[in-house]
């Protein structure tokens, strides 16, 4: 068991998600069922989405060759069904790559100077949605190549011979494992005493409080959740009530 506590850089990050889940969650795995390939389900947080740092990510680009930003991995221009180089000695710039697919323009269709992003407001992305030029990455970032980028433990995973899938953003009711923390979680809170090392004491505890036939409950919950919305029935209706929930 690992403990990452609050500050000191002890944050999960991506880098640390793929380490724990190669290293760790698919060796226990393989020792377990040693002739299976693994469903690995994430949800969409942004740790489980980090790309490589040769992945074909149009923001990390600069408009000119060279400079802080990374050597990208090939491209591939599917509008005329050929790779795309994407360093020649020094990494392109993105004004090289668009001309090189024929997607330069010295305006937007407004009128507005084309630049490598639209500013931000207010720590959020002001690209103009009902633009389709809105700015340099946000045409790249709409090629093929780039829209289908993976991140890389989906990469790293599906390399070693597994598979992967994303739940829905915004649908935590449909991961049971939401279920498995929310009850190791309350037996936290009520056994740790509310002081540092008394959390510290309980955490073991706390995750095996959680028997395997909750487990199994709490999944046999979520696919009466999908199979309700397979149905077409709407989350909170009388109908979606009575499909998911039981009681006795």
Known sequence: MEFLEY?????????KMVEHTMK???????????????LFAFD???????????ALVA???????????????EGFIHSKQHPQAMR????????QVLRERGL??????????????????NNWSGC???LVDGCCARVLGRERDFREQKGRLQEELEAAGQTVIFYPKFHCELNFIERFWCAAKYFARENCQYSLEGLRETILMALDSVSTSSVHHYFLGCM?????YRSGLVYGTVDFKQAVYRSH
Do not use: V
Not at 24 to 38: E, M, S, T
Not at 88 to 95: L, N, P
Not at 224 to 228: E, G, S, V
């Open 224 to 228: 009466r959740i999908l199979n309700a």
């Open 44 to 54: 969409n947080a942004s740790n489980h989405s980090c790309f490589s740092s040769d």
């Open 128 to 130: 103009d949605l009902s």
């Open 104 to 121: 330069w323009r010295k305006k937007r269709e407004d009128e507005f100077a084309f630049l490598l992003e639209c500013p931000t407001r």
């Open 59 to 73: 923001s990390r680009m600069n408009r000119n060759p060279g400079g802080k930003q990374p050597h990208m991995r």
């Open 88 to 95: 020649y000695g020094k990494a392109k710039g993105i004004e």
């Open 7 to 15: 500050g000191k850089d002890n944050y999960w990050t991506g880098e």
């Open 24 to 38: 760790i969650a698919l060796p226990i795995f393989r020792w377990a069922f040693p002739d299976c390939q693994a």
